[in-house]
């Protein structure tokens, strides 16, 4: 069972760590590259604030976004504005964020999220809380997958691996963690594939945001995962 309440304090300590190294930037470096292939530092915040809206329509029982091609825009519109307006415009929808969690309501209703996608209400905040590390990771300022919490990693490692179980397009593997934890994930079935590794390279192999170079592979090659 989802702690909503515990995942909203986990976010609004993870946004204020974002916020206090985002105002060590200048300008220039907002207009820098971020991680993300053709994204600049001002792309993923953009992307945050508009994505922090976002989730207090689904809260509210609204359609995540009016279109993909408006989610789109409206982070092309965003991303070349200032620091200070960057910095503002995440502080204060990240504020909407917290209050919609806030109000009262029935954490067990299902929601709707991009492409259809359903999910239990009290699992939003979670949402809010990846969205947040692992950007501030995409941003290549000196966060980086080691300094996440040891919560958040081992929470998102088993959020992952439950996203692909049952993927025809991915071999069954078992997961070894460092801390000697075992998790499936892929296809149905005896795993075919160990994959041993430090949980930090474990969740950017499965979060896309490593190669897996790091990682110990037993039974075949490291299997190419589906884009999130």
Request: glycine share 8%.
């Amino acid at each position: 069972m989802m702690d909503h309440a515990h995942d909203l304090a986990s976010v609004r300590d993870a946004t204020e760590r974002l916020l206090i190294a985002v105002a060590k930037l200048d300008n220039a470096a907002v207009t820098e590259p971020s991680r993300l292939p053709g994204w600049t530092r001002g792309h993923i915040l953009a992307h945050l604030a508009r994505n922090a809206d976002a989730l207090v329509n689904v809260l509210a029982g609204r359609p995540m976004y009016v279109s993909g091609d408006a989610r789109d825009a409206d982070i092309e519109r965003d991303a070349p504005r200032s620091l200070d307006v960057q910095l503002a415009d995440l502080r204060d929808s990240a504020a909407r964020f917290q209050e919609a969690g806030a109000a009262p309501a029935d954490w067990s209703r299902t929601v709707e999220l991009r492409g259809g996608v359903t999910d239990a209400a009290s699992r939003v905040p979670f949402r809010r809380w990846i969205e947040t590390e692992l950007h501030h990771v995409d941003l290549g300022i000196g966060y980086e997958l080691e300094d996440l919490p040891e919560e958040f990693t081992r929470r998102e490692i088993d959020f992952l691996a439950d996203r692909f179980r049952g993927h025809p397009d991915v071999p069954a593997v078992l997961i070894e963690q460092d801390d000697g934890r075992h998790i499936t994930t892929g296809r149905d079935g005896a795993a075919e594939i160990t994959v041993t590794g430090r949980r930090a390279d474990l969740l950017g192999w499965l979060a896309g945001r490593r190669d897996g170079s790091g990682l110990t592979v037993d039974g075949g090659s490291l299997p190419a995962l589906p884009p999130l």
